[in-house]
């Protein structure tokens, strides 16, 4: 059985054959009304969208730029046109506790209008009430209390001079408004003088009368005062019978308009006896600056305060919040400086993105909900009581005692949908109890699409509508084929496409704009392949500089000539999303000891557990090929030279095993050929990742000190459909000038390396003679024997 092939130049890239199609350009196809390739994730959506039951949100996962946002978003779209509009919701005052704001529904669009009625009703109050109390009527009827007022007063004060003068006494009214009694003497006051002349008999006889008349007097003021709270009542009955009369005519307005709402009506009503009692605010004409701003203040509390706004929304609200921490999906209220101090109200209520999407749909990236302060825990607590209220951080964690409003909360009817990739699906599921029971579906975005004829179709159907929405310039075929290819590479996969959108969209763009400056009139394949080469061009300088210590030999790279226990591996190198492959050496030494093979990366720190792994898959592959049944009574290190920073992986253990078993054998191994490569115990070569980089990597290498024919590398058979290498190495291929050898175990790189045959195990145990096999076998029973000889020794 044949287990390795060079493989030719039609191995090593899976075109796209752009003359399969009918269309000439991207103009002449059909766009897509959705993203393609997403059966299975549409289909969860659809189930999570319609089912109305508790729990029920969804969670979109899969990779950034494969369209989770695009595909919700045009699904909700078209879903929420046909749902009912979202209600509006407002807090109006509550004018017997005005910490405890109560909260309204509405239809939508109903909130601005009462808003606007209750504006035209206080604007109507603040022009009709002093009307109604400047109006001659009022002003009649005013008189008439004061004049029986008057005239009471009269009468009373009227009886008691007339007892003053019987008794030879006359009433003054004092400066400060007081009264007092005085002997008179023809018809007027005495002074204390004229007083003091007078007969005893006569003082004590006048100071008898003003006793009793004082007495008297304070009888009369009693009287009067009743009579004046009695009339105040009458003046302040007056003033609620004008005012209410205007008052009524006006709220009545607002009831007949809104007739269902039982909320509403007892606001009304609130608000008509908080008119009536602050009518003198309606009714004062001119006000200082100070009084005015207190004026304003109190009529603002009859206005609403308009929290969710669906007046222009179509159907149930669609709300992404891109900053979802707790104020902003929440809610808060704010606070207000005055006087030096921090006051609020319910005019200072902020609806959160939760009242905004509440009767429709919430998106949030669930990276940033996780990032974001008590957002996670917010949103779930509304979640699960099926309501939301404004509570501060500060009363939820009991940070400070402070006095602030209680709204009353809003009942919760939302559909919330996160979008995250895999891990943190995973990562929330087993790290919080709550999560599987709010977001009971999850819909799984692919990430790949086979390539077939009615797939690669469906692509470009795909990049057409790309292309509409963004407004560029149409592509002709050739260049949807180089785009279709181009995204093949990107996941290494020959026989699949990427359904990266971004990407995708990003090189679109890229490459329209390249046409534009060439004043072209469609994108070809030449400007897709420009775009292409522009975006390496601008992160390759990594790669360059590599490449000129390589050509300066300060990195020591041999692609010529033979050396034992070393070899070129090839590995990857990504940064910033741009990957390129390099070679590195690898070198072993081997040496008598006892069974001890050391990871010199492994033992600095340097090398990740899956390399230790490797190197543990290589020591069991020794055992048990070439030790079963003696020890392995070998010392050995192996080390990728040159290397500072962290070796991680397992692609490099065919490498390293190729090289430890030429320093065992003593056998040169071909440095023109890299290998990459991970193994199983038994031998058998695995397949690894960034295979079309590292082929790529060490050609640029060869290429740059001379190819001479007889390069090549060495991969893994199982990638060989991963391969869409670059164009020169498929021609420098086709030209025999390069050579990728594809093979299935470690003994067929023991074969191309050191051109010996690997050799196999004949009947009798051994392997084949002048093998590479039978070579490491030979030395490693001479170092065996030497060990069993020291033993033995030492047992005598």
Not at 24 to 39: F, K, N, V
Not at 489 to 506: A, C, N, P, Q, V
């Amino acid at each position: 059985m044949q287990r390795r092939t060079e493989l030719q130049a039609s191995d090593l890239y899976q075109y796209c054959d752009p003359d399969s199609w009918t269309f000439s350009s991207t103009a002449e196809l059909e766009t897509l009304p959705t993203i393609i390739g997403q059966e299975r994730a549409l289909s969860a959506i659809d189930f999570g969208v319609n089912i109305d039951a508790e729990g029920y949100n969804l969670f979109i996962m899969g990779p950034a730029g494969v369209g989770k946002y695009t595909m919700i978003k045009r699904f909700l779209d078209e879903h929420a046109k046909h749902r009912p509009k979202a209600k509006d919701w407002a807090y109006l005052n509550n004018f017997t506790d005005s910490q405890k704001p109560w909260v309204v529904s509405m239809p939508a669009g109903q909130g601005n209008q009462l808003r606007h009625d209750i504006e035209a009703v206080v604007a109507h109050l603040e022009t009709e009430l002093p009307q109604a109390f400047d109006d001659e009527y009022y002003r009649g009827r005013m008189r008439s209390l004061d004049e029986a007022a008057r005239k009471h007063r009269v009468r009373l004060f009227g009886t008691l001079q007339s007892e003053a003068d019987r008794k030879g006494v006359v009433l003054l009214r004092m400066q400060d408004g007081s009264y007092a009694f005085a002997a008179q003497r023809n018809g007027e006051a005495m002074t204390s003088e004229e007083f003091e002349q007078l007969p005893a008999h006569k003082q004590e006889q006048t100071e008898e009368a003003i006793a009793d008349l004082h007495e008297d007097l304070q009888h009369t003021l009693l009287e009067l005062r009743e009579w004046e709270r009695d009339n105040l009542k009458k003046v302040q009955a007056l003033n609620d019978e004008v005012a209410l009369e205007v008052i009524s005519k006006q709220v009545n307005k607002l009831k007949h308009a809104y007739p269902s709402s039982t909320t509403l009506q007892q606001y009304f009503d609130a608000m008509q006896n908080d008119i009536r009692d602050n009518v003198e605010v309606f009714v004062k004409q001119e006000a200082s600056s100070e009084e005015a701003g207190i004026e304003d203040s109190l009529l603002k509390r009859y206005q609403i305060n308009l929290v969710v706004d669906n007046s222009q929304s179509h159907g149930a609200p669609i709300i992404y919040e891109n900053l979802p921490n707790h104020q902003t999906l929440l809610g808060c209220v704010e606070n207000m400086a005055m006087m030096g101090a921090l006051v609020t109200d319910f005019s200072l209520i902020k609806a959160g993105a939760v009242h905004r999407a509440n009767g429709g749909y919430l998106i949030i990236d669930a990276e940033q909900l996780l990032m974001q302060p008590f957002g996670w825990e917010g949103l779930k607590r509304a979640l699960k009581s099926k309501e939301v209220r404004f509570d501060t951080l500060e009363r939820i964690y009991s940070l400070v005692a402070t006095v602030s409003l209680e709204p009353e909360p809003i009942p919760l009817d939302l559909k919330v949908v996160l979008l995250g990739d895999r891990h943190l699906y995973y990562l929330l599921y087993e790290m919080d109890p709550e999560f599987a029971g709010l977001f009971k579906i999850v819909a799984d975005f692919e990430e790949h699409m086979p390539r077939t004829a009615g797939n690669d179709l469906m692509f470009a159907r795909m990049m057409a509508s790309t292309i509409e929405t963004e407004k560029l310039l149409q592509m002709d075929r050739s260049a949807v084929a180089r785009v279709i290819e181009h995204s093949a590479r990107s996941i290494e996969d020959s026989y699949k496409f990427s359904l990266h959108l971004g990407d995708m969209t990003d090189l679109l763009r890229e490459s329209s704009f390249l046409a534009g400056q060439a004043e072209a009139k469609v994108v070809s394949q030449d400007h897709v392949q420009h775009a292409i080469n522009l975006r390496e061009h601008r992160v390759d300088r990594l790669r360059g500089q590599i490449h000129d210590q390589i050509d300066r030999q300060v990195i020591d790279i041999d692609v010529t000539g033979h050396q034992i226990g070393q070899v070129n591996a090839l590995s990857v190198m990504s940064l910033g999303g741009f990957s390129f492959g390099q070679p590195s050496r690898v070198t072993a030494s081997a040496r008598f000891g006892d069974d001890n093979i050391v990871d010199i990366e492994r033992e600095v720190d340097l090398g990740g557990d899956i390399h230790a792994k490797g190197v543990l898959i290589l020591s069991g592959y020794l055992g048990t090929t070439y030790a079963a049944d003696s020890p392995l009574s070998m010392s050995a290190s192996i080390v990728f030279e040159q290397n500072y920073g962290e070796v991680d992986g397992d692609s490099a253990t065919v490498a390293e095993l190729c090289a430890l078993l030429s320093s065992i054998a003593g056998v040169s191994l071909k440095q023109s050929i890299a290998i990459t490569g991970s193994m199983n115990q038994h031998g058998d070569v695995q397949a690894i990742g960034g295979v079309n980089e590292k082929i790529e990597g060490f050609f640029d290498i060869c290429l740059r000190k001379g190819l001479t024919g007889k390069q090549g590398v060495i991969i893994p058979a199982s990638n060989v459909q991963h391969l869409m290498l670059r164009q020169d190495v498929i021609t420098a291929v086709a030209k025999d000038k390069f050579h990728i050898h594809a093979i299935n175990h470690v003994s067929d790189a023991l074969t191309l390396l050191s051109g010996l045959d690997a050799g196999e195990r004949n009947t009798d145990g051994e392997f084949s003679v002048n093998s590479f096999n039978a070579a490491v076998a030979a030395r490693l029973q001479k170092w065996a024997d030497v060990h069993r000889h020291e033993k033995e020794a030492r047992a005598e």
